[in-house]
């Protein structure tokens, strides 16, 4: 089904999540608003499946679980609802009261960037996120180059970011007790795409 979304109406969450059981395309709400989410580049799917291996890899049999685009979390500070391209959630897993398909405790959260959402990514969905206790650690990649921003909690009210740009450096997800080596992460990536426009 195809969801047919009012612009210029002012949804409930409950109206939102709704709506989205019966929707074949993901939507965040934000404010009242459903903003349909776009798909992505094949540089976009693979940088995010890439990620998603590497850590479900190094996290087995460890005290966590990975999901990978289509797993929703809520930040009920402000009330929004999105769906991250990779995130890592602590176990036991937790979930927004009376709902099995909506987590709230994720630890570290990573978005593939492109020139649509990352003014959004960096600014106004990580304030968002920044309200959950449990987040530590958070990846902003970029599909176009290799350039990976590490933005880590070192106290409250207080990160430090770190840059990652050749494939020879290794990220260090201290918060998980992994690395990963940048080549992997971008692996098979066709980086001559570079002036894809989104």
């Given at each position: ?9 002012i ?8 709506l ?13 608003a ?19 291996v ?21 930040i ?7 769906y991250?391209?990779?995130m ?26 492109s020139p649509?959402?990352?003014?959004y ?6 304030t968002a ?7 530590t ?9 290799i350039?990976?921003e ?14 990652y ?6 990220l ?12 992997d992460?971008?692996a098979?990536?066709?980086l001559?795409?570079?002036?894809l426009?989104?």
């Amino acid at each position: 089904m195809i969801l047919q979304i009012e612009p210029t109406k002012i949804y409930t969450s409950v109206e939102y999540l709704t709506l989205e059981l019966e929707s074949e395309v993901r939507h965040e709400y934000i404010n009242g608003a459903i903003i349909p989410m776009t798909g992505g580049t094949p540089n976009h799917n693979d940088i995010a499946g890439n990620l998603y291996v590497l850590l479900k890899s190094a996290l087995r049999q460890k005290n966590y679980r990975v999901f990978y685009v289509d797993q929703r979390l809520w930040i009920p500070s402000v009330n929004r609802y999105t769906y991250p391209d990779v995130m890592v959630v602590s176990k036991p897993i937790e979930f927004q009261s009376g709902r099995t398909d909506t987590l709230i405790n994720f630890c570290l959260i990573a978005e593939v960037l492109s020139p649509s959402t990352q003014a959004y990514d960096r600014g106004d969905k990580f304030t968002a996120y920044r309200t959950i206790s449990t987040f530590t650690e958070y990846l902003l990649i970029d599909q176009h180059q290799i350039q990976v921003e590490h933005r880590v909690r070192t106290a409250e009210n207080q990160w430090l970011i770190s840059e990652y740009n050749s494939p020879q450096m290794t990220l260090k997800l201290d918060s998980i007790g992994i690395e990963i080596p940048i080549a992997d992460l971008y692996a098979d990536i066709d980086l001559d795409q570079g002036n894809l426009t989104l």
